[in-house]
């Protein structure tokens, strides 16, 4: 299996452009995740799916950030407009789940390492 | 609602030395705990998690860590490190009354293995 396969890798921005973020999951899995990691505040959950629909979007920081999963083998991360205080590693996870949930572990992609100037 | 502290930021080892990374939890009900390692620039990877039974869990790599509830502590530990062992190690825990999916992260703490 190629894992969670994230693109792009790197993204360079000005701020107010909108930057999209990719991300492939695991086949078969049924649960996506998206974190974002910066060092003042660590790895933060932003986002989850189950079966493509929103579970919980507490964690998104603002409207400015919007999350689609159109289907299970594909969904998007869009900042819109960017700001530099956006600049961080954004993560995306996929997980089996199950009956009981965080039974299965997360598998996490490569990360996008997104710099807004 | 839950939260994670890793007291430790940074800790130093030699080669073949044992280690110990320290966290502690907040929870008022059932958690799940995890301990995930972060390689340079790459993804987190599970090293080992506890979910029920045995207070001991062994991981990969030779990691095990032992689940204290009385101490709400989930420290992890090996007996030897290696240098290929340097990287960034991550504490997480998850609730019952959230899902047990939603995974809430400590701080990380970043173990340097010199020889």
């Known amino acids: 299996d190629a894992g969670v396969i994230q693109s792009p890798r790197h993204e360079v921005t000005e701020m107010g452009q909108e930057v999209t973020l990719r991300c492939k999951p695991i086949s078969g899995h049924d649960y996506l995740f998206w974190y974002r990691q910066t060092m003042m505040r660590g790895l933060e959950l932003l986002i989850y799916?189950?079966?493509?629909?929103?579970?919980?979007d507490s964690g998104m920081p603002e409207d400015r950030f919007s999350a689609k999963m159109p289907n299970a083998s594909f969904s998007t991360l869009k900042i819109q407009p960017s700001e530099p205080r956006d600049s961080a590693v954004y993560f995306c996870?996929?997980?089996?789940?199950?009956?009981?949930?965080?039974?299965?572990?997360?598998?996490f992609g490569p990360g996008t390492r997104l710099t807004v100037l | 609602a839950q939260s994670v502290t890793q007291l430790d930021s940074q800790v130093p080892v030699f080669e073949e030395a044992p280690v110990e990374l320290r966290c502690n939890y907040s929870?008022?009900?059932?958690?799940?705990l995890f301990w995930y390692v972060q390689y340079p620039n790459q993804g987190l990877q599970l090293l080992l998690k506890?979910?029920?039974?045995?207070?001991l869990v062994k991981g990969i790599n030779g990691f095990e860590a032992e689940f204290n509830k009385s101490q709400t502590s989930f420290h992890l530990r090996k007996p030897s490190v290696h240098i290929s062992d340097t990287a960034e190690y991550f504490c997480?825990?998850?609730?019952?009354?959230?899902?047990?999916?939603?995974?809430?992260f400590g701080t990380g703490t970043r173990l340097l293995v010199s020889p």
């Open positions: 997480a825990v998850s609730e019952g009354n959230t899902g047990f999916q939603k995974l809430v």
């Open positions: 996870a996929s997980s089996a789940g199950g009956t009981s949930g965080a039974t299965d572990t997360q598998y």
């Open positions: 929870s008022s009900v059932s958690v799940y």
């Open positions: 799916f189950n079966n493509n629909v929103p579970i919980d």
């Open positions: 506890y979910l029920s039974g045995s207070t």
